[in-house]
């Protein structure tokens, strides 16, 4: 009954931005990392950048210095600022978080249905 609602994808020129917003939603205990994941055609899904309940981040090398993940812990929300988009960038980008129900004491693992970023002129 956990629900990641993702939003903010879209279309986007060579050189522009997009903020992607991630919600958790339900029986939730408590978050400990989320991240952002891509899948472009033909391709398998990476690791985008993650952040920790505590803040500490890491991000895949193509999109450093270019990219910036956040979180809100009091709404359950991870955000992904992309700024200085690449035709590369294109790809469905997915929302994941580790989180502990109100019932269990195990991390386990949630996917959101995925958002598509094409950059493109």
């Known amino acids: 009954q956990v629900q990641l609602v993702e939003s903010g994808g879209g279309l986007v020129q060579p050189g522009g931005s997009l903020r992607l917003s991630c919600a958790a939603s339900?029986?939730?205990?408590?978050?400990?990392?989320m991240g952002w994941y891509r899948q472009a055609p033909g391709k398998e899904r990476d690791l985008v950048a993650s952040i920790t309940s505590g803040g500490n981040t890491n991000y895949a090398d193509s999109v450093k210095g270019r990219f910036t993940i956040s979180r809100d812990n009091a709404k359950n929300t991870v955000y992904l600022q992309m700024n200085s988009l690449k035709p590369e960038d294109t790809a469905v980008y997915y929302c994941n978080a580790k989180l502990a129900g109100l019932y269990t004491s195990a991390y386990v693992g949630y996917w959101g249905q995925g958002t598509q970023v094409t950059v493109s002129s």
């Open positions: 339900g029986s939730i205990f408590s978050i400990n990392i």
